[in-house]
């Protein structure tokens, strides 16, 4: 039994299980009456434990599979309308938490693990998860439930009720994915005035020997290369003639499954935001580890020196493309972080692209995770810097005259993908700026991106791009001007609008709202050590410049510039 999965939470419910009726062998019908014979074939035990699997959880060696007893075991899984429609989903990711789901449901079967799956378009189905798994708890009676510890509060709570009122157990697991649980992450927290993602990824780095040799006699490992980030090599712009030849990404083309799929999602979710007609990511576990292997051999070696560059009509560049099937649990973090380690010992990566690639994982991965559950389910209602303004409509279409806003949010509704420059510099830049309320920002993320999934997605948005808990995650708002999309891309060049213009008709909004942001906000930031040189800047306007700056930023937000 693991400990409660959030440090706080209420632990599961767990009233005595009541004697039961066997049950009929599974994904058969029990007979209306036992035929009257000594030869009839033994009745099934009693379900002793159903193990729930939710769509994210798609690994076979989990932990809820622990112990399991295929005589006397089950596996429930179940797709619902509700995980499409909390957030308006995108086809692409709904498409893709299905394809994986079915996929995933085959694995099981062919594992020989008793199986009780509910599909989207079956007659009865009730929507949501705790629905669901209700009404399957009244007929397949169960005498205890288990489940590796979701990845989403709102899930969360919504099963453990569900247990609640049938009277069952619900016993939670530690998700073995992750390098750290919640309770290490919550005992590095206790104590610190702040929460920063360098010494908690240093300190992964040591307990997990990861990119650490022998230092001197009597001296503690030391990072490899003498430093613990490489940050400084791994933030380079690409030249005027952009990046070359880069490797194709890796496709996989739909199989009958993920045909099926998508011809479902098309019919029920026309309304949604994206698009499906270049649908390729991987779906199952022999798809997801041959896109790492890729990845390794083809991308990793330039991975780190333009990992923060952008360019037009490059949507994957050197970048993984495996955080959603790492999210899905196809992929295990450490398989992840040791294939790259090895590319490095084996000379075939440099030390900066491979540094650059753990600290994604080993470090903000499992860092987001813990802020997550250490600060749930307050976090998601945080607005430090009182945003009051609502999405702008562009985002669920791309039709806008920003150049680098066009070609971030057009590629994210084809593909569902975008690299993290995008989603922080682009997309969230643009957001924080504006002053978007958090909540919107976090359903449009939670909705587009086929790798979001709660845990991950909440703290990056409202805490790394937001700014919304008011500095627990970052040290500072990351508030920029065009000058900085300029710099590290060459979406600039051909846009009507000019970074270096803060004010008049060739103003770029970026530039025109940054200004409007440090006004707004001077007070505040100004106390921000990390933040006093840009407030200090604003000296250098005079009442008339700074009226005429929000005038114009009155303007964007009006639609008045598009």
Request: glycine share 6%; proline share 8%.
């Given at each position: 039994m693991s400990e409660p999965?959030?440090?706080?939470?209420?632990t599961a419910q767990a009233a005595q299980a009541a004697q039961v009726a066997p049950d009929a062998p599974v994904g058969l019908a029990a007979p209306a009456s036992a035929p009257d014979r000594d030869d009839r074939p033994p009745r099934r035990p009693p379900l002793r434990h159903l193990v729930l699997v939710l769509g994210d959880q798609l690994d076979l060696d989990a932990s809820a599979f622990d112990g399991f007893d295929p005589a006397c075991d089950a596996v429930w899984m179940a797709e619902v309308a509700e995980e499409s429609t909390h957030v308006w989903s995108a086809q692409a990711r709904i498409a893709?938490?299905?394809?994986?789901?079915r996929h995933f449901a085959e694995a099981l079967r062919a594992a020989g693990r008793p199986l009780h799956y509910s599909r989207?378009?079956?007659a009865g189905n009730h929507g949501s998860l705790a629905a669901q798994l209700t009404a399957d708890l009244r007929r397949?009676?169960?005498?205890?439930?288990?489940?590796?510890?979701?990845?989403?509060?709102?899930?969360?709570?919504a099963l453990r009720e569900a247990a609640r009122a049938a009277g069952l157990p619900l016993e939670l697991r530690d998700d073995r994915h992750f390098y750290a649980t919640v309770r290490d992450f919550a005992a590095h927290a206790r104590g610190r005035k702040a929460l920063r993602m360098e010494y908690f990824y240093r300190e992964m780095r040591q307990r997990h020997d990861v990119l650490m040799e022998d230092g001197a006699p009597g001296q503690p490992r030391q990072p490899v290369g003498g430093q613990w980030n490489f940050d400084a090599d791994n933030r380079a712009a690409f030249g005027a003639d952009g990046p070359g030849v880069v490797p194709p990404r890796s496709r996989f083309t739909p199989d009958a499954i993920t045909r099926e799929v998508i011809a479902l999602v098309r019919a029920r979710y026309a309304d949604h935001p994206g698009r499906l007609d270049d649908f390729a990511w991987p779906v199952s576990r022999e798809q997801a580890l041959q896109a790492l292997q890729t990845f390794i051999r083809e991308r990793l070696p330039d991975f780190g020196r333009h990992q923060d560059a952008m360019w037009s009509g490059e949507p994957w560049l050197w970048h993984a493309h495996l955080s959603a099937a790492m999210n899905l649990k196809l992929l295990g973090a450490r398989e992840v972080v040791d294939a790259a380690v090895a590319a490095w010992r084996a000379g075939h990566a440099p030390l900066s692209s491979v540094e650059g690639f753990v600290r994604q994982i080993l470090g903000w991965r499992e860092y987001v995770r813990g802020i997550y559950w250490t600060q749930m389910p307050g976090y998601a209602e945080l607005n430090a810097l009182e945003a009051p303004h609502d999405l702008p409509a562009f985002f669920w279409t791309g039709d806008t005259p920003m150049a680098c806003l066009r070609e971030t949010i057009t590629q994210t509704l084809t593909h569902g993908h975008a690299h993290h420059i995008?989603?922080?510099?682009?997309?969230?830049?643009?957001?924080?700026?504006?002053?978007?309320?958090?909540?919107?920002?976090?359903?449009?993320?939670?909705?587009?991106?086929?790798?979001a999934v709660e845990w991950v997605e909440l703290p990056n948005t409202l805490g790394m791009s937001q700014y919304a808990d008011g500095g627990l995650m970052a040290s500072k708002p990351y508030a920029a001007t065009g000058q900085y999309i300029r710099r590290m891309s060459n979406h600039?060049?051909?846009?009507?609008?000019?970074?270096?213009?803060?004010?008049g008709e060739r103003a770029c909004p970026y530039t025109t709202?940054?200004?409007?942001?440090l006004m707004t906000h001077e007070t505040r930031l100004a106390r921000n050590p990390r933040m006093a040189l840009q407030v200090k800047n604003l000296a250098r306007l005079d009442t008339a410049e700074r009226e005429a700056v929000r005038a114009r930023a009155a303007a964007v937000r009006s639609g008045a510039v598009a």
């Open positions: 999965v959030a440090p706080g939470a209420p893709l938490f299905l394809s994986a789901m989207l378009d079956e397949l009676q169960p005498q205890a439930l288990v489940m590796t510890a979701p990845g989403d509060w709102r899930v969360l709570q995008q989603r922080l510099m682009v997309t969230g830049l643009y957001a924080l700026l504006y002053g978007v309320r958090p909540q919107q920002v976090h359903a449009w993320y939670l909705s587009v991106y086929v790798d600039c060049q051909g846009c009507r609008f000019d970074p270096a213009q803060r004010t709202l940054y200004w409007d942001f």
